[in-house]
């Protein structure tokens, strides 16, 4: 078999990204906060913890707290849900969408701080 020759990568004769979106405004709001035709508060998990972005685009900094509550399927096992509570008081569920405060969390129920303010 014949020895294919490589061809040289051909340079952008274009212009430049910076030259292109040169004084463009982006949404600084994530397209996964656009929920039914709104922009809504999410959390977000990563590897160093939870944050979360609000509706704005802008990042809370006050602290986050983790709880957790047992829940009953329809076959009768049970499960325990993550739930996660702002220091202002908003709740979201596990997925990270808000929710509202649920009413059946017992003060035995695990709670830790996963987030602090700075």
């Not at 040289?8 to 040169?22: C, L, R, V």
Request: glycine share 8%; net charge positive.
């Amino acid at each position: 078999m014949a020895r294919r020759k490589k061809q040289p990568i051909k340079t952008s004769e274009g212009k430049s990204d910076t030259a292109i979106f040169k004084g463009v405004k982006f949404d600084p709001r994530p397209s996964s906060n656009y929920v039914m035709g709104e922009f809504i508060d999410r959390l977000y998990g990563t590897y160093q913890g939870v944050r979360l972005v609000q509706a704005d685009g802008s990042e809370y900094t006050g602290n986050i707290s983790t709880k957790q509550r047992r829940c009953k399927r329809m076959d009768g096992t049970t499960f325990m849900q993550t739930l996660h509570k702002t220091a202002d008081g908003r709740w979201f569920d596990n997925s990270g969408m808000p929710m509202s405060k649920p009413e059946d969390l017992d003060e035995k129920d695990k709670d830790e701080q996963t987030s602090q303010d700075d």
